[in-house]
């Protein structure tokens, strides 16, 4: 036990709170915060139950404030299967029982730990680690079970235990979908490009020219941020949205033709692409325009350009075809959401521009819109982040892409400015987390082999 410990922390009871998988407009990793019409807020997990937060500081060990709740019906709450309690993070506090004057740090899964003496405690939490000790109450206090103790330093790390746990998925052992999800919507089966781990994959034999052309001296630029007027915005609509028409007026014979179940109030991209993304979670399918604009009447939409994809299929466009992106392309897979960030992982190829491309391109693919030199990259080349390339420095959600640019990779899919790449439209971003990326320069990526250049 260890002497002179006082506490003048107490649980204050917080409502109930649980987890799960379904991605909001636009998530796709870990799980979703939700709520019905009462206060209690819960955590979805990817197993579809909801887990429990026995209190606001269990609480506050996995999320910070509340703007990421969702509100569902009751409903829809009831049907989500009861998990167990969400244990605190491990590593971030440590717990005694309201009985005992015994000090613990959170391993793994609710592992406790006892903490044998003051200086280890100073050592491991600081020498205010007495105001990082939270009292749990008797009755939740089953919910954690005993480890070995820590008697020196080296038996425990708790930045290493945080970082082992990004999700409380990772916590609970709860295993994630094999692919990114929308309700019950996969975006695209496991074995799909988007899907695809390339972590070792062979290099192209034409990266350097490739990557010297985009910039080796150029830096990653996420196109993206808090300001509503980056990113690019998603709305998400149901079996019941009606279907309006849909006219084009550029590349209509590129297009698929409509009507496209675009709601009047349609988020449209701001600046001059104007991209109009809708996904239909139920049919899972993906309609997206460029250039769009709503018709004079209301009754329905004029674009350049669009395309739908079943996002059920692999199945590509025809080769020459555009879409709502140069490369013939969907948008919406490539896209970094903030949900995803936040639950720590991201589980698919990002999407990204360059200024000069060439005349061909590479599947999934299907068009170019470039010039005749094959230093040039091609509409649908796949880079990584070079698996020498140090991201240990790089914290918060910027680690996250990191993490997926060296496994999943990029994909270009449009010609624009060199080394951005783009996410949704969230007010919710932190820039100066993800301003971290901009110190990422071109020469940490390589080109991967993926398959022919079409031309």
Known sequence: MMPGMKHSF???????????????????????????????????????????????????????????????????LAAMQLGSNVTVRPGTRMVKITTDPKVYAVAKGGVLRWVKTEAV??????????????????????????????????DFDPATETAAVATIEADKNIPLPSVPMVGTCGIYPPDNPWNTDVSAYPVHPNSAAYIATIGTGAHLHPDYGS?????????????????????????GDESDPGPYPVPADARVEAGGDRHVIVLEKDGCKLYEMYDARKDATGSGWTAASGAVFDLSSNALRPDSWTSADAAGLPIYPGLVKYDEVASGIIRHALRFTASRTQDGFIHPATHEAGSNNASYPPMGLRVRLKSSFDVSGYTGGARVVLDAMKKYGMILADNGSNWFFTGETDTRWNDDDMNQLKEVPGSAFEAVDTGPIIK
């Open 10 to 76: 107490f649980f204050k009871l917080f409502p109930v709170v649980a987890l799960a998988i379904l991605a909001a407009p636009a998530s796709a990793s870990a799980g979703r915060l939700v709520r019905g019409t009462m206060p209690a807020v819960y955590y979805q997990a990817a197993d579809g139950k909801r887990y429990v937060f026995p209190n606001e500081k269990t609480y506050a060990t996995w999320f910070t404030g509340f703007g990421q709740v969702q509100s569902v019906s009751d409903a829809a």
């Open 121 to 154: 405690a100073v050592a491991l939490y600081g020498a205010d680690w007495a105001k990082k000790v939270d009292d749990v109450a008797d009755a939740f206090f089953t919910n954690y079970k005993a480890g070995a103790d820590i008697n020196t330093t080296s």
């Open 227 to 251: 300001n509503p007027d980056y990113g690019i915005p998603i709305t998400v609509v149901g079996a019941s949205q009606p279907k309006v028409p849909i006219t084009f007026d550029a590349y």
